[in-house]
T-cell receptor, first 113, second 115 residues
Framework: SQQGEEDPQALSIQEGENATMNCSYK?????LQWYRQNSGRGLVHLIL?????REKHSGRLRVTLDTSKKSSSLLITASRAADTASYFC?????????????FGTGTRLLVSP | DSGVTQTPKHLITATGQRVTLRCSPR?????VYWYQQSLDQGLQFLIQ???????AKGNILERFSAQQFPDLHSELNLSSLELGDSALYFC??????????????FGPGTRLTVL
């Protein structure tokens, strides 16, 4: 079963606009990561936010984490056609001493020129 | 390029058959993870190996097994294949596997089609 539910399932915007994706999860986490997947390809790690952090930036990416609401958001600013991909949140609910990522359902982002 | 390689890229086989998927982790990474991605189940964690030993198990069927060899490459064996096993199978590696801040680096995947 999946830990995270992402919203929206699909998002279509124009180049230059901002894209916001949300992720909700169910159990306590150590950290939350965002990954990107181009169609049928492997996942690429974008950013990791720890459970004691509230906001993190990386280039055009901004991630927030609200552990009280068990939710996170990924903001991509000034989007480009090359940002077209699926975006997944992944939570680490490590209890065993080893990392075990549980992925959300993903948001499909389409950025039109 | 993540540095993780997977072979084969595509695999088409029949129900009841057995296949082996291979993964070579990034140089120096000790942990290997296997994931299955299908339309109905999404991306599911199957199993993790660390330095040759099984460390964590996810939603892996009994018909599936994996191992990590002394050179750290890993193989995922799928047997008695069913139509529902058709999916993309990803391998990922990380330096350690016990550090919660470890990044997992994903391979390009093997697309399995069971006819």
């Amino acid at each position: 079963s999946q830990q995270g539910e992402e919203d929206p399932q699909a998002l279509s915007i124009q180049e230059g606009e901002n894209a916001t994706m949300n992720c909700s999860y169910k159990t306590s986490i150590n950290n939350l990561q965002w990954y990107r997947q181009n169609s049928g390809r492997g996942l690429v790690h974008l950013i990791l936010i720890r459970s004691n952090e509230r906001e993190k930036h990386s280039g055009r990416l901004r991630v927030t984490l609200d552990t009280s609401k068990k939710s996170s958001s990924l903001l991509i600013t000034a989007s480009r056609a090359a940002d077209t991909a699926s975006y997944f949140c992944a939570t680490d609910t490590m209890n065993t001493g080893f990392q075990k990522l549980v992925f959300g359902t993903g948001t499909r982002l389409l950025v039109s020129p | 390029d993540s540095g993780v390689t997977q072979t084969p890229k595509h695999l088409i086989t029949a129900t009841g058959q057995r296949v082996t998927l291979r993964c070579s982790p990034r140089s120096g990474d000790l942990s290997v993870y296997w994931y299955q991605q299908s339309l109905d189940q999404g991306l599911q964690f199957l199993i993790q190996y660390y330095n040759g030993e099984e460390r964590a198990k996810g939603n892996i069927l009994e018909r599936f097994s994996a191992q990590q060899f002394p050179d750290l490459h890993s193989e995922l064996n799928l047997s008695s294949l069913e139509l529902g096993d058709s999916a993309l199978y990803f391998c990922a590696s990380s330096p350690r596997g016990g550090d919660p801040t470890d990044t997992q680096y994903f391979g390009p995947g093997t697309r399995l089609t069971v006819l």
